[in-house]
């Protein structure tokens, strides 16, 4: 680079520009193996699964079309509903703790212990919390036999693992950790001088969460609804291992195109499925990250 | 005339630190007092009671005659400009300006020409429409101050509100809040550590340690005339000359430095500090009768004045304050020093 | 104020409660050859043994998952840090203003879910090149693609806590060529870094179902779920050893960063 640099400097003018698009480019080359990698293993299957699903037409709605009607279109409300239903209990609960850590944070120890393990928990999902709460809830789990000496039948009262209700409660438990290391910060960002000159201004409990806390922790909050939504949206081996495969959300039922389960001529069906997975995710994400932004922008 | 402010014997106690001590002062409209201190001193504790933030365990706080001891601070009617700006991050500079209008229910047109005429009197003038961290820290301060301003207190309250700011923006706006101060006319109590502030804008500097007052006076008597030696060596620079009392009165210095003389130290035998400002220490020649031996060891210019760094024998180091176009000697050079030792401060 | 204290409490306990019962009863179920029938508050402490770990570990089947999802962990680590490492530090070093095009590059994987992925897989290398994914090796690429963004934060905020610069300036003066520096220079400073990305992508991959179960590989997971129904206790006493080794592994990067007044999340919060 140096020698571009004194080249340049001893060379005609005009010799300038094209010396400085090849530094751009030069520039940019060792990055290339990364973004190759990235392009053929990440971008390579996503470009196929629109390719197909946007691909040829047979029978008679297209793919992608045909993939949000009939049963699948109560696939994906039955998803969207449980990752909305997970994503707001989520949210409530997962504040809710963050402010009952930040409330009692004179103590070092709460708080590292639970944001330690809301950080583990948080990652947690797939088999072994399944089994976890199939230890726990499912026919013969421990807590089912502690609530029914107290009184409480969950079997009785229909109460199953592998039903929504029961995936609800599998799936908080991540959803609420999440949640609360995203509120953590954002809690922590509430600068108690900023109550003080509100209450300084006149303003008095209720006037200082409305136009000042409130105002500051919606995008956060906001922003945990997307995450946690796109996250139990896309949660397929919890969901998997809970209902031993044969549960109506979207990420299951992709499965079944993918082992060949299909009728003849409708594969594609089985992109489309994951296309839309992908716009939903995209569309959740991108609000996330704006939102995040936002917020980030106050708490320097 | 009555008080504006008033504390009255106000304590407070934070477990088993006293942070206000039978704490007493009073604040006249119009006036502008510093309270000056080091940190823990009890300063801002002062102000935070007078805000409402902290509770005093006993004494009042009066305000134009009324006792707000126990009223909340969302009542008080008081500005305060926070040390570390504290202006609302959602929101843009009129915004924040008129917020405690809005919770006052000012109507909307009451509101903009309000803001607008704070936003002019701090000189932000077409800033109106931008946010906080698109502002620096002299702009952001400014924000401060009118918003505190706008809802027309009674009394002013500044926690330090220079001491986040670059050493050029702090000298600016120290003098753009002395001057919106002039202006308005409103009693102001401002907090500091820094006595350069504190002597160039107030009316009044209240000197405080360790939770009580050393002294409450004009910048200049506290300054020419300070009332104990704390309040000597915190308020400009002090040389210190220890000593033993002699038979006659006058102070044999340490080390065997010489006397000092001009004044009666009382009892003989007596160990005890003089403090005098570089300012009432004078070089002359060392062949002057009645002045110290001493050794030129440093010569540092300072612009308009120039300290000349002496060192008697045994050791001590003493400044003087020249007018820089009055220095003649040089390093090593032997002089001799005459001390002005009637304006000095006797400690122990 | 009181009031909002003793509710905080509450809120915290149930929680703790409720984060902690689940894996109580995963571990009473794994580790205690008590029939739920059988069991009450006489029959509670009796009979606890190890036994189906054991029993589990045992197995020819399940050694074999183990051992290749362990060679996909330290593959997948591997292949991050080769991948993330020398990008990363060229964007620090000579080229920042790239850095905001691949911090977005390290989030694409978020947008699209492993289901979604393994769809795209099997239909784009089924047809160009079948070899590639009949292998299980296949799987480390996508291992680490799911990784990127909790490993990408890390070893980007490892080298902005350090003047890279700086220090490479000072090391080519000194007459280092560029390998050396990054090996003698570079690395070493940025160890908490490389660490917490190797841990996050072993996390990542000996939890990773989705993909491995859609390819047909048999990993560890793929075995553990597999097994639920012939060796019920072991896969349960394995499920929760697979748990404890993740935790501690999210600790130990925790604790690592914090010492190092590192920003490191491990959630990309």
């Given at each position: 680079m140096s020698i571009t640099n004194t080249q340049s400097s001893r060379?005609?003018?005009?010799?300038r520009a094209p010396r400085l698009f090849t530094h751009s480019i030069r520039g940019w080359l060792p990055i290339a193996p990364f973004i190759g990698f990235v392009a053929v293993f990440l971008l390579m299957p996503a470009v196929v699964v629109f390719q197909r699903a946007l691909g040829r037409v047979d029978g008679p709605k297209a793919p992608m079309v045909e993939a949000i009607t009939g049963q699948y279109r109560k696939s994906f409300i039955f998803s969207m509903q449980l990752s909305a239903i997970t994503a707001i209990l989520g949210v409530i609960i997962g504040t809710m703790v963050a402010g009952s850590i930040v409330r009692l944070g004179h103590r070092r120890g709460i708080r590292n212990a639970f944001t330690g393990y809301s950080a583990v928990a948080a990652n947690l999902g797939g088999i072994p919390l399944a089994f976890a709460f199939l230890a726990a809830l499912g026919m013969q789990g421990l807590i089912t036999k502690l609530l029914k000496t107290t009184g409480v039948d969950l079997i009785g009262m229909g109460f199953k693992v592998s039903d929504f209700w029961g995936i609800v409660v599998v799936y908080l438990y991540f959803q609420i950790p999440l949640m609360t290391l995203i509120m953590l910060p954002a809690l922590d960002g509430l600068k108690p001088t900023w109550r003080e000159a509100a209450a300084n201004l006149g303003a008095g409990d209720r006037q200082y969460w409305r136009f000042v806390a409130l105002p500051l922790l919606l995008p956060s909050l906001i922003a945990g609804f997307l995450l946690l939504f796109a996250n139990a949206f896309s949660a397929y081996a919890t969901a998997y291992a809970l209902s031993s495969g044969s549960s109506k959300l979207v990420p299951v039922q992709i499965r079944f195109f993918l082992q060949g389960n299909t009728i003849t001529g409708k594969e594609n069906l089985g992109y489309a499925l994951a296309a839309w997975m992908i716009i939903i995710m995209t569309v959740s994400m991108t609000g996330f990250i704006m939102l995040r932004r936002r917020a980030e922008r106050w708490r320097r | 005339m009555s008080s504006e402010l008033s504390f009255s014997g106000v304590r407070k106690t934070f477990g088993e630190v006293v942070a206000l001590d039978t704490f007493s002062l009073e604040i006249q409209h119009g006036e502008l007092v510093t309270l000056l201190g080091p940190s823990g001193c009890g300063k801002t504790t002062a102000l935070r009671v007078a805000a409402g933030f902290e509770q005093a365990d006993s004494g009042t706080v009066t305000l134009k005659g009324v006792d707000i001891t126990a009223m909340p601070p969302n009542k008080r009617n008081m500005g305060m400009v926070f040390q570390n700006y504290?202006?609302?991050?959602?929101?843009s500079v009129s915004e924040n300006i008129g917020f405690g209008l809005k919770i006052r229910k000012r109507s909307a047109e009451d509101r903009k020409s309000m803001v607008n005429d704070a936003i002019a009197r701090v000189r932000l003038a077409g800033l109106a429409d931008r946010f906080p961290h698109q502002l620096s820290g002299g702009q952001q301060q400014r924000v401060a101050l009118a918003r505190a301003l706008a809802i027309t207190p009674q009394v002013l309250l500044l926690d330090e509100p220079l001491s986040a700011l670059d050493a050029k923006v702090r000298g600016e706006l120290r003098d753009e809040v002395r001057r919106v101060q002039k202006e308005t006319g409103v009693a102001t109590l401002f907090v500091t550590h820094d006595q350069d502030e504190a002597l160039a804008i107030s009316d009044t500097i209240c000197v405080m340690r360790d939770g009580a007052i050393q002294q409450v006076g004009a910048p200049r008597d506290v300054y020419l005339s300070p009332a104990t030696p704390f309040v000597a060596r915190f308020v400009g620079a002090m040389n210190e000359f220890a000593g033993v009392v002699a038979a006659d009165g006058s102070l044999a210095l340490d080390n065997a430095a010489g006397s000092l003389t001009g004044r009666n130290f009382g009892a003989s035998g007596t160990k005890l500090t003089l403090l005098v400002r570089p300012d009432d220490v004078v070089v002359c020649a060392a062949s002057e009768p009645g002045s110290l031996r001493a050794t030129v060891n440093t010569v540092l210019f300072g612009g308009s004045t120039t300290v000349v760094r002496v060192t008697l024998p045994g050791g001590l180091m003493v400044g003087a304050l020249v007018m820089s176009r009055d220095v003649t000697v040089r390093v090593d050079d032997v002089v001799g020093l005459r001390i002005d030792t009637s304006r000095g401060v006797v400690a122990e | 104020m009181k009031q909002r204290n003793i509710l905080a409490k509450c809120v915290l306990i149930v929680i703790g409660l409720f984060y902690v019962l689940p894996m109580l009863s995963m571990a009473r179920f794994a580790f205690q050859r008590v029939p739920m029938a059988l069991l009450g508050w006489d029959t509670l402490?009796?009979?606890?043994?190890i036994q189906p770990l054991f029993t589990m570990m045992s197995d020819p089947i399940f050694r074999q998952s183990a051992f290749l999802s362990l060679r996909l962990a330290f593959l997948s680590a591997l292949v991050t840090l080769l991948v993330l490492v020398p990008t990363v530090v060229y964007v620090h070093v000579s080229m920042m203003r790239a850095r905001p095009v691949v911090e977005i590059i390290s989030v694409l994987p978020f947008v699209v879910p492993a289901i979604a992925l393994v769809v795209g897989i099997a239909g784009a290398f089924r047809d160009l090149a079948p070899w590639f994914i009949r292998?299980?090796?296949?799987l480390v690429p996508f291992y680490v693609i799911i990784a990127l963004p909790f490993t990408f934060r890390s070893i980007d905020n490892g080298l902005a806590s350090i003047d890279v610069k700086t220090l490479v300036d000072a090391s080519r003066s000194l007459g280092a060529s560029w390998t050396r520096t990054l090996w003698s220079v570079i690395v070493p400073n940025i160890r908490v870094a490389v660490a917490s990305a190797s841990f996050l992508t072993m996390t990542v991959v000996l939890g990773e179902f989705t993909i491995a179960s859609l390819l047909l590989k048999e990993t560890l997971p793929l075995i553990l779920s597999q097994s639920q129904g012939r060796e019920p206790q072991g896969s349960f006493a394995v499920g929760l050893v697979l748990l404890v080794i993740t935790a501690s592994l999210l600790g130990l990067i925790n604790r690592f960063s914090r010492r190092r007044n590192m920003a490191q999340s491990v959630t990309l919060l």
């Open positions: 060379g005609p003018s005009l010799r | 504290s202006l609302f991050p959602h929101l | 402490f009796k009979r606890w043994t292998s299980d090796y296949s």
